[in-house]
């Protein structure tokens, strides 16, 4: 499958940049281009709404704002809409191959369905389990109630 060129927006903490992904993303759509924006810096900052807006893609570090670290893992976001193309161009990793005839060892890569067939090796542990502790917080705190919080401090 051939692509156009990716729309891909970097977002950073600015009013602009909320909208800019609900808004900008039809345009794209409109043309035919993937849109692909980079949460780095608004994942666990601002509420997110990706399969909403109808993004193709994103991604996003967790060593900022969903504290995990310097060297923390990252992660992406796939729309369903994509789970089944496999003629998507994409690093193929072996913890992405199907996982039915995974240990096969065949030539040919058969990606899993979703964001899970664009891994590529197995995550860290000690990477997860920070991750999943801070994750455990920001379940129990929820995401309206931080951002609540912070536009009342920043204004």
Request: glycine content about 6%.
């Amino acid at each position: 499958m051939r692509l156009a060129r990716p729309w891909v927006l970097t977002w950073v903490r600015s009013q602009p940049a909320r909208r800019a992904v609900p808004v900008h993303t039809p345009r794209c759509c409109q043309r035919t281009a993937p849109a692909c924006p980079s949460t780095a810096h608004a994942v666990g900052n601002v509420p997110l709404h990706l399969h909403d807006w109808d993004v193709d893609f994103a991604c996003w570090c967790s060593y900022k704002y969903l504290n995990s670290g310097p060297g923390g893992i990252a992660g992406i976001f796939v729309h369903e809409r994509h789970a089944d193309k496999p003629d998507l161009p994409r690093f193929c990793g072996w913890w992405g191959h199907r996982k039915e005839d995974r240990f096969v060892m065949h030539h040919n890569f058969v990606p899993s369905r979703g964001a899970s067939g664009w891994q590529l090796s197995n995550p860290p542990v000690w990477q997860c389990a920070s991750l999943r502790a801070s994750l455990d917080i920001f379940d129990e705190a929820t995401m309206p109630a931080l951002r609540a919080k912070s536009e009342k401090l920043t204004g």
